[in-house]
């Protein structure tokens, strides 16, 4: 079975601290994708990379960055926490190509910025 | 554009009852279709999926049917149970490429006893 692991399921952090969200992944999937979820808005896409040390922009990429430095992991960066970035933050991957374009999902960081 | 619209929840439901939730979507080209689950306090799973028109997914007594014709792949079950409670997500596939899934809000189902 695929798993899809991530650091911390809950953190609490102040404004302005730099923070890192981890997901590993054990499947040698070459996709891997960060979201954040909220109330009434379902999941946004924040990055994602196809290949390590290969990233792109989703929907919403400000404020964050990414790093891939391999293969089965995938960062999530708040390089300054603000209270907007409270929110579920989920990990994805899947293979290239996908089948069907399914995706696996991690557990999900709950993340509280005071 | 691509979006993918769900009926607003919560839904609540008695268990036994049926479950409709419905999921209409807007993209180019033949996307796949899918189902997604969370339950409390865990990520998302997939329920079920749908890669062609006319296909129907089923798992855990949950159905959906690909409906090209009306770009809908709603959600039905016909007897739901407590253990069902849950917020449901509605995908489908983006074909600009990057393996990319487009989500609805998603919709809370709470089931009593």
Redesign the interface.
């Known amino acids: 079975d695929v798993k899809v692991t991530q650091s911390s399921r809950y953190l609490v952090k102040r404004t302005g601290e730099k923070v890192f969200l981890e997901c590993v992944q054990d499947m040698d999937h070459e996709n891997m994708f960060w979201y954040r979820q909220d109330p009434g808005l379902g999941l946004r896409l924040i990055y994602f990379s196809y290949d390590v040390k290969m990233k792109e922009k989703g929907d919403i990429p400000e404020g964050y960055s990414v790093s891939r430095e391999k293969k089965e992991r995938f960062s999530l960066i708040l390089e300054s926490a603000s209270t907007n970035q409270t929110s579920m933050y989920l990990c994805a991957s899947n293979q290239n190509p996908p089948r069907d374009n399914e995706q696996f999902f991690g557990p999900g960081t709950r993340l509280t910025v005071l | 554009g691509n979006s993918?619209t769900q009926m607003e929840g919560p839904v609540t439901l008695s268990e036994e009852a049926f479950l409709t939730i419905n999921c209409t979507y807007t993209a180019t080209g033949y996307?796949?279709l899918?189902w997604?689950v969370q339950y409390p306090?865990?990520?998302?799973?997939?329920l079920l999926?749908a890669?062609k028109a006319d296909d129907k997914g089923s798992n855990k007594g949950f159905e959906a049917t690909y409906r090209k014709e009306t770009t809908s792949f709603h959600l039905e079950k016909g007897s739901v149970q407590v253990s069902d409670s849950a917020v449901y997500?509605c995908a489908h596939?983006?074909s600009g490429g990057?393996?990319?899934?487009i989500?609805?809000?998603?919709t809370r189902l709470a089931v009593h006893p």
């Open positions: 993918v996307p796949s899918f997604y306090g865990e990520g998302l799973q997939l999926k890669t997500f596939s983006f990057y393996n990319k899934l989500f609805g809000a998603g």
